[in-house]
């Protein structure tokens, strides 16, 4: 059974930075590209991010330049570290394994709340 477990969020002020893990079990890590998604209130789910298993990264518009996506095979682990936060980055953000240019292979974690104040 695959397990997507999302910590890290927090609230934080505009400006600020925040580190978001995503550790996967009961799958093959390394073989799959990674994502980061993030849902807003009254918004559909958007991947923000995305990591090749070869580690080649795409970034949405909206936050290229600001985020970075890693990962760490050894510890089927992948990271987002988020600077220069903007209120409109509030979100529950969520990982999973990416199917396609935006689908997903695996069922939703409990993600992890950021919350970003003006």
């Known amino acids: 059974q695959v397990q997507l477990v999302e910590s890290g969020g927090g609230l934080v002020q505009a400006g600020g930075s925040l580190r978001l893990s995503c550790a996967a079990s009961g799958m093959i890590f390394e073989i799959h590209a990674m994502g980061w998604y993030r849902q807003a209130p009254g918004k559909q789910r958007e991947l923000v991010a995305r990591?090749?298993?070869?580690?080649?990264?795409n970034y949405a518009e909206s936050v290229k330049g600001r985020f970075t996506i890693a990962r760490d095979n050894a510890k089927s682990t992948v990271y987002l570290q988020m600077n220069s936060l903007e209120p409109e980055d509030t979100a529950v953000y969520y990982c999973?394994?990416?199917?396609?240019?935006?689908?997903?292979?695996?069922?939703w974690g409990q993600g992890t709340q950021v919350t970003v104040s003006s």
């Open positions: 999973n394994a990416v199917r396609g240019s935006e689908s997903t292979y695996y069922g």
């Open positions: 990591i090749s298993r070869d580690g080649i990264t």
